[in-house]
Structures are given as C-alpha cells and as structure tokens.
C-alpha cells in the first residue's frame, strides 16, 4: 500500500504540513521533531515520487560528502581526496558537515537525497546509521570513511586498523617507561574512538599496568572537551605521567590546558595523540602521533565510488584497511 504524508503525520499526531516541510526541506522544524519525522519516514519506508524518478534517471552528476568537522584537518584531506577523483571524472561534490550532531546528519542525508545525489561518502557518527537505509534502497552507491556503523557489511569502506594503531602507540609510550596513561576519547557510539578506546585498554592490561577510572575521560571529538578534560586530569590527587588524546583536536585541547597549569610537555606529562600533524612547524614540541592517510583515504573512496557508478552491476562489498604512519615526535619522556 503507497503511503502518504496523511500516514506519516497521524503516525505522530502532528500536521500534514509539518511532515511536508521536513520532507521538502522547506522552512523551519525544531531538530528533536525533524529527527522523529525522519524516523517516521523511514519506518512507513515514504519514498516521494518524484525522488524516485529523478534517482532512476541517474543525472545529478554530484557526490555527497558528509563529515563531522569540516574544520578537522583529517577530513578536510579526506574531502580533498574525494574531491580530485570526482573531478577527474566530471562528477562535483556537495560538502556537508554534522558537526557531529545525529539529527543534523539525519537532515543532510534526506537533503542529499532530494538533490538527487549519484553517491555518497561518509563519516557517520553512529554505530547505528539508522538514516541510511534508504541509500540502500536507492541503490546510491555509498562508502564510509573513519567511524563505521554496524551495518558496514552493507556497504564498503575504508578505514585503519585503530584497535592495532592505538594499542601499538600505547605500547611505544609504556615501552618508554610510562605506567599511569591517561585516556581521553570522543563518543564510544563512534568505532574510531570505542576502537582506540579498545587498543589502549589491551596495551595498559597486556603491559599489567593498573587502569584508574578517573583517568578515562569520554565526551565529544571537540577541542573544548580535550580542554576541560586535561584540567580535570591536572587537578587530580594522583596525576598520570602520560595522557592519550584519540584525536588532534583534543589534543590541541589538551595542550592548552597543559600550558595553562604552567607545566610543560614532555618532561612534566607526556602525550600521545592521533593526526595531531603542524604543517606550519609552530607547534612544539612534535606530538608524538599516529597519522592517518587521510587524502589516501578520499582518493580510495573516490576509486570505489567510481567504479560502482560506472559498473553497477557490481555487488561486492569491499572494506579498504589502510596502515597509517608512526611519527615518533618529541612529546615522550623517557622514564
């Protein structure tokens, strides 16, 4: 039976035209009702007619990307990788940025639809991903890079190993005489950071070192928390000599709050962190870092976005495990 809008909105006791807003992306709805009207949409599986031609037809020429912080240098060279493979293949890209907000992805992902996408690339910021579904249903080909959901399987990827990368940059730091690591990590809902999350606790608990939960600190991917965090680590009773920050920007977080205590890196605490990379050379010392192929990452997306496109028949699913780099940098005290 063909739903209609009528359907949607007796579903949630609301108006019609509240539904037809959110659909047509036209004026404005308060987030927490566009989010539960989109889950509505998808739960009565509403596909507008006119969505459903112009995805047939295939004409839009545009790739979607959708990233949590287009700010982030990572993602930003992800987009770029993205980038100079549609070009070369006359396809444009639409940036979009969630800001890692759910129901502001959940909201790109039903406009990018209305835009008739050819496909799309995405970090996602739930294990769930319970908005794409519908991409499937359209068959857009689409590709996940850096946080994958639950439903990888469905659909390809590529990544790196962070369970591996985190536990091998843990040890580097134990191996340099550290016990008492602290960690601080973006949401656990996010595989990059429940895996580095993972890959630290594994390093700590093979070296037999102890895990004291106040040390743990998980918040959002944001520089404030990688901020507020570090103060909350420097004021406890019994201070860790190494911290951990799973991404750059806690880490730049980290490392203003490290400046503000007056302390200095690394011969008062040490840190680790992910991509925290300095193209200007004004950041000292180096932090020691695992850094990601992240443009690698966009042009490989872009590679199987290609293909797919250009071969739909192919239904193979692939999942791209790159290596990143180890820089050894200069933010370690040896014990």
């Known amino acids: ?3 209609k809008l009528k359907d949607v909105a007796e579903h949630l006791n609301i108006s019609v035209s509240t539904v037809s807003r959110v659909v047509n992306n ?3 709805v308060k987030p927490e009702l566009r989010k539960k009207v989109l889950e509505a949409l998808d739960l009565f599986q509403y596909r507008p007619n006119e969505i459903a031609r112009s995805l047939k037809s295939k004409t839009s020429k545009v ?3 959708v990233v949590p912080d287009i700010m982030n240098q990572f993602f930003a060279a992800i987009i770029r990788g993205v980038e100079s493979i549609a070009r070369e293949h006359g396809y444009s890209i639409i940036i979009c940025n969630s800001d890692e907000r759910l129901d502001k992805e959940a909201e ?9 996408i050819s496909a799309l690339v995405i970090a996602t910021v739930n294990e769930t991903a319970p908005f794409l ?5 359209y068959n857009i080909p689409t590709v996940f890079v850096d946080n994958l959901p639950k439903a990888e399987g469905q659909f390809d990827s590529v990544t790196v190993d962070n369970v591996r990368a985190s536990y091998e940059l843990v040890q580097h730091i134990i191996n340099a005489g550290h016990k008492k690591i602290a960690l601080i990590t973006g949401p656990l809902n996010q595989t990059s950071s429940s895996e580095r999350f993972i890959g630290w606790e594994k390093a700590m608990v093979d070296a037999g070192n102890h895990i004291k939960k106040e ?12 901020y507020e965090f570090m103060k909350q680590i420097l004021r406890l009773k019994e201070l860790p000599t190494a911290v951990f920050a799973a991404n750059n920007i806690l880490a730049y977080g980290a490392i203003r709050a490290i400046k503000e205590h007056g302390i200095d890196i690394p011969t008062d605490i040490s840190l680790i962190s992910f991509d925290t990379i300095d193209p200007t050379g004004l950041l000292a010392p180096r932090i020691t870092s695992m850094i990601q192929p992240a443009e690698e990452i966009g042009v490989i997306a872009g590679d199987l976005i290609i293909r797919k496109l250009q071969n739909p028949e192919i239904k193979r699913v692939e999942r791209v495990i790159l290596e990143p780099e180890f820089d050894k940098g200069e933010s370690v005290l040896s014990k």
Do not use: H, N, P, S
């Open 108 to 116: 790109y992902l039903q406009l990018l639809v209305q835009k008739q």
């Open 26 to 28: 036209k004026d404005y």
């Open 63 to 65: 790739i979607g990307v």
């Open 215 to 226: 040390w743990i600190k998980v918040g959002t991917f944001k520089q404030k928390d990688g």
């Open 1 to 3: 039976m063909k739903v």
């Open 133 to 137: 579904e519908q991409f499937k249903a």
